[in-house]
């Protein structure tokens, strides 16, 4: 089983980054605890991180025919990006959307997720842990599906 891991735009600054919001771990240091939760369930996982549109939709294709499925907290392009959603439409993977903050508990145009429709569900609000439920959720998933 191989998990694609995507983070987006400014994600890469956690530590310092609006702590109120976000927490004080590192970028690093949750990639740490998601492989820790990776080797247990005894899954490879490939974690990825992008600033841009672009770079993260063609990951997204490159993920095709290598991966079973995704963990993806798209961070800003939640709220914006139509052509996100279409790349995850186009390469039908089972997907788990994952934000650290609640979006529904902050700023009206955070509440809006362009990709919720098209995911198997979205984990938000747990910090850190939102990226370890949301792998549980999707191998839970990806197990119940196998024929
Ligand atoms: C976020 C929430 C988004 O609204 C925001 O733009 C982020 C992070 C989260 O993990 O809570 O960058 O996706």
Request: glycine share 6%; aromatic share 6%; proline share 3%.
């Amino acid at each position: 089983m191989k998990i694609l891991v995507i983070h987006g735009p400014n994600l890469n600054l956690l530590g310092t980054r609006e702590p109120d919001q976000y927490g004080t771990l590192t970028l690093e240091q949750i990639n740490n605890k998601i492989l820790s939760c990776a080797k247990n369930q005894n899954v490879e996982v490939k974690i990825f991180q992008a600033n841009s549109e672009g770079e993260i939709i063609s990951e997204i294709h490159r993920a095709i025919g290598n991966f079973n499925g995704i963990v993806i907290n798209p961070a800003a392009y939640t709220h914006t990006s139509v052509a996100l959603r279409d790349a995850l439409l186009a390469v039908e993977l089972p997907t788990v959307e994952v934000h650290l903050s609640n979006i529904y508990k902050r700023e009206d145009f955070r509440k809006q997720s362009l990709i919720s429709d098209v995911v198997l569900g979205v984990i938000s609000g747990f910090r850190e842990q939102s990226y370890i439920l949301g792998l549980e959720a999707l191998l839970h998933h990806l197990k119940d599906n196998k024929s």
